[in-house]
């Protein structure tokens, strides 16, 4: 490759990067005509338009995005083969950006701050909005480093670690009538339901496994984040389904009663994700080994303390039972009876005609 080529390459991934040629002449040490000109000759040598216009800003065409896809790992390893650095986070001065949850930051946070005033005190760490839906793009775009977010989907370019499964329960107010020693399927579909539903969807994950056994509750209210369930189940006979880890303050202070979910909801995993561009970057491995540990030591904490307040619901012979039952039902239902023919008076019988 010609070193015109490679400089071009370059400039290109740091546009990509920044998203605007402002801040990409900042991050190149160049000026923002130098870098407008390498713009033009991409533009001549590889034959596509690459940037559009948007407004203040610019959209990378599906070309550029396809070869920045392609060249994202390889200039990184090219980067750290000419320039090898050691990370020494005592007198690093660089800046991560985490995509994360409200629950998460401040299940995060505090312990990695005091992690960073002993021994990083130049780093900076700065939380952006995390919509689990655009995690690959916000690591793909390089808006963050890290990302923590429940991620299902496999690919080939974004790594993932395993951090903890949520865990559902049942929370109402203390004095709710069910508040007893254990709460029943029968009770638990009867009751009225506060569903947490950030689409704006009035099902959840916890009528689906409902539905398969043949049964269905009443969404009597549904809320758009978990900050607004407790302050509006202490103040009325509503229950909802949550993960323990969203309402755990509520919990542990006594100001919900939690119980075992009467059927099992299969939790999405949860996980920390980065680009594998950064898989080499000593500095994001320093980052991620702590984050790591801060979240298995708190939900380790965390679920030991819930073990001891939280109350019966779930009964494995019920749940059988009624599965057995929707299972009758749907034999049942798709059973069919074929009715006899009925032979017309006079007519010649199969026996008669055949002979």
Request: proline share 7%.
């Amino acid at each position: 490759m010609r070193t015109q080529d490679l400089n071009l390459l370059m400039i290109f991934d740091a546009i990509m990067t920044e998203g605007a040629i402002t801040r990409a002449a900042d991050r190149l040490a160049m000026t923002q005509p130098a870098v407008s000109n390498a713009l033009s000759r991409m533009r001549s040598a590889w034959g596509d338009e690459l940037f559009v216009k948007d407004g203040r800003g610019i959209q990378p065409t599906s070309f550029a995005r396809n070869l920045w896809t392609q060249i994202q790992g390889p200039l990184s390893q090219l980067e750290t083969a000419v320039n090898p650095t050691v990370f020494d986070p005592a007198t690093s001065q660089r800046t991560f950006r985490i995509a994360a949850t409200d629950t998460l930051v401040k299940m995060i946070w505090g312990p990695l701050r005091q992690i960073i005033e002993r021994e990083a005190p130049g780093i900076n760490i700065f939380a952006i909005p995390n919509p689990n839906s655009d995690s690959e793009k916000i690591l793909t775009d390089a808006e963050a480093e890290l990302s923590v977010c429940k991620y299902t989907a496999p690919n080939s370019v974004i790594r993932s670690e395993f951090l903890f499964e949520p865990k559902y329960v049942v929370v109402m107010r203390p004095g709710h009538p069910l508040a007893k020693e254990r709460l029943t399927l029968e009770e638990f579909v009867n009751a009225q339901h506060l569903l947490v539903s950030i689409t704006g969807d009035t099902t959840g994950p916890t009528d689906q496994v409902l539905n398969n056994l043949g049964l269905s509750r009443r969404i009597a209210m549904t809320v758009n984040d978990f900050h607004n369930v407790p302050p509006l189940l202490e103040q009325s006979d509503l229950i909802c389904v949550a993960p323990s880890l969203v309402v755990e303050h509520d919990i542990f202070a006594g100001r919900l009663a939690v119980f075992e979910t009467p059927v099992e909801i299969m939790p999405t995993p949860v996980s920390l994700l980065w680009h594998k561009r950064q898989d080499v970057d000593q500095g994001l491995q320093w980052l991620r080994r702590h984050v790591v540990r801060i979240i298995h030591e708190r939900c380790a904490q965390h679920e030991a303390r819930l073990s001891q307040c939280c109350r019966k619901g779930y009964c494995p012979e019920t749940v059988k039972s009624m599965k057995a039952r929707q299972s009758d039902k749907q034999c049942e239902g798709g059973l069919t009876v074929t009715p006899k023919p009925v032979k017309s008076v006079g007519s010649p019988s199969k026996a008669t005609m055949s002979k």
